[in-house]
């Protein structure tokens, strides 16, 4: 075994994005792309020499191999300790926990999150750091940085395979490899933050719980707390073994990639919580019988029910929102008294606000949501906070929605997603509506009148960091609002995303469908932005 340094060349496009550094596969299976980033992140974060790592992924393909590269580039790089989840299998809410419990100096979690696996799939990388949260603007800046000059990385040369099933202590040339099973130590966060006790008792009088795993990594997450701990039957956590190819679906939980669950949730038999996770378990969807509940909604509903639950019993510091997701939470938040922040997309902005005691629970509309017990997000935290509230309130999912309607109103809302292959046109969508700004307050759009606009900017309350660029904001008069973003997760072309949100009073009708709702602001919104005559689509590729 020796230390190698190998001569390598910069790639252009190491710029880690909202989630990290995701590419395709065949982009990552290029000699040196891997180990050019892997270094990149040891070069721009010096406390890792004589430090230790976290490291686990989401077991998509290609997870071992990446795994065995970055392990032998830590150990060069003068890691002391590395803890490696069994069998490279790690979820995302789990790392961050597993970084922060350990005291690591950081953690490397080899995800494409929700996207699709296999080799013509995705995959990625992210560093968090010692909190257990995601790296900073500025350090993924450093990282890139670094990544566009590198000219060399350091690899430990034959060195024994690590076998990554085996529980237990290994070596690495100088640095010590703990393989550990991280389901345990998870799951009793879990149990300390919920009412077990009171969950098993419902599920004994009848309450059913049917959870998608989606072939994914939470899957033995969900057998440990489901099944083993609170007694739901086998038979209803169904694709709970982690695939490289995730079964060969999309392990995204939206109603699109689980229609076989949302059929579920339609049948006169339905159970009464259908629940599913994505592929490195941090997102959500939570179904009740025939009716799905918006993330904005959930996020609302569980801060408005949070004094019901143990972890939470002693009252929220603050609640945050990404910019896009809905006002349900601030009409809450309003009414309880505690503050609300609303913040850019990506889950790095509530860590400073989480860190800093400022609030206890956030969330996005893109299904993510969590709570001060880690930092990031956190999908089985989700099901069980819904199953606990379903076990303590005695009301179905249905029943919880509609009281909230009717105490807050309801916030209809809808993201379109549209895919624009040639990536500047994309971007011309958004730079064209942000130039044309300071023309649009008074404007009329079809039906619509605009009050105001602004394209979001973000002064971080803890650190001072100023964020610009955020997206556009367009507010209605009357209330209704839309918001238009460009994705920062494509691996290939350009996502313009538009949010689309409007209000229904508490005594008003909530029974409309999402589409009817808002079809003013979706029309609104796209003669604005002209988002069809300068793409040339038709439409949408998907509305969630
Ligand atoms: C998407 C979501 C965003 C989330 C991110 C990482 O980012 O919209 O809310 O934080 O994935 O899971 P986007 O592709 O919109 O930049
Ligand atoms: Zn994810």
Sequence with gaps: MSIAIVPTRAF?????????????????????????????????????????????????????????????????????????????????????????ARGATGGFLLTASHNPGGPEG????????????????????????????????KLLENASEIELDELGQHQLGAMSVEIFDPVPAYADVLERLFDFERIRGALRAGLRVHFDALNAVAGPYAEEILVRRLGVPATSVVHSKPLPDFGGRHPDPNPH?????????GRADAPDLLAATDGDGDRNMIIGKGVLVSPGDSLAILVANAHRIPGYADGLKGVARSMPTSRALDRVAAKRGIPCYETPTGWRFFCNLLEAGRISLCGEESFGTSSDHAREKDGLWAVLFWLDLLAVTGLSVRELLERHWAEFGRDYFMREDWQVPDANLGKSVLDGAVAALPGFAGRQCGALVIESADNFAYTDP???SLSRNQGLRVLFVGGARGVLRASGTDTSGVTLRFYLERHAAPDSDHGQLPAQALAEVAAAMHELTRVRELTGLVGPRSVV
């Design 12 to 100: 252009a496009d190491q710029r880690p994005g909202t989630a990290g550094l995701r590419k395709r596969v065949a982009v990552f299976r290029q000699p040196n792309y891997l180990e050019n980033f892997v270094q990149s992140v040891f070069d721009a974060v010096p406390e890792l020499r004589g430090g230790s790592i976290v490291v686990g992924g989401d077991g998509r393909f290609w997870n071992r191999e990446a795994i065995r590269t970055l392990l032998c580039i830590a150990a060069a790089n003068g890691v002391v300790r590395a803890s490696v989840a069994c069998g490279g299998l790690l979820s995302t809410p789990a790392a961050a926990m597993e970084i922060r």
């Design 122 to 153: 995705d995959f990625g990388i992210k560093f968090n750091i010692a909190t257990g949260g995601q790296a900073s603007e500025s350090l993924c800046e450093r990282i890139h940085a670094r990544s566009r000059e590198i000219h060399r990385y």
């Design 257 to 265: 990639s689980c229609a076989a669950l949302v059929a579920l949730a």
């Design 462 to 464: 803890v650190d001072g």
